[in-house]
């Protein structure tokens, strides 16, 4: 049986692993390619760990940081699958349910608010 998300360690392995098969699609390449990851994957790792374990610190207006990417629906599509998978694949439990629920929330807000913004079609 595979463990929950219990720890930073979890949530490190869910966004290294994440994002390693996130970018190995050839229709995410384009819109992260001029990311510098390693840079940028503590504070990912920090606000999945304040999503999921309730760890303080992360103050981030995430959508901010992403409303201006040329993002279509079907990036949000590929997006969510590749999240849904790499939980799935890693984790089981109470924890891994809230991130895959987070995740969809996430998604769809993010959808709408760059569709109402103009951002979208």
């Known amino acids: 049986m595979q463990k929950d998300i219990k720890t930073s360690e979890d949530v490190a392995l869910l966004v ?13 390449k384009p819109i992260f390619g001029h990311i510098d990851f390693e840079k940028h994957k503590p504070h ?12 303080e610190g992360y103050k981030t207006n995430v959508f901010d940081k992403h409303v201006n990417l040329p993002l279509t629906e079907n990036h949000f599509t590929i997006w969510l699958a590749t999240f849904e998978n790499t939980v799935n694949h890693l984790f089981s439990g109470e924890n891994a349910q809230k991130a895959l ?19 979208m079609e």
């Open 16 to 28: 290294n692993t994440f994002y390693s098969n996130l970018l190995q699609i050839e229709e995410i």
């Open 44 to 55: 990912m790792i920090a606000f999945w760990e304040f999503v999921l374990l309730d760890k």
């Open 101 to 119: 629920l987070r995740a969809q929330t996430i998604g769809y807000t993010f959808q709408q608010k760059m569709k109402q913004m103009g951002k």
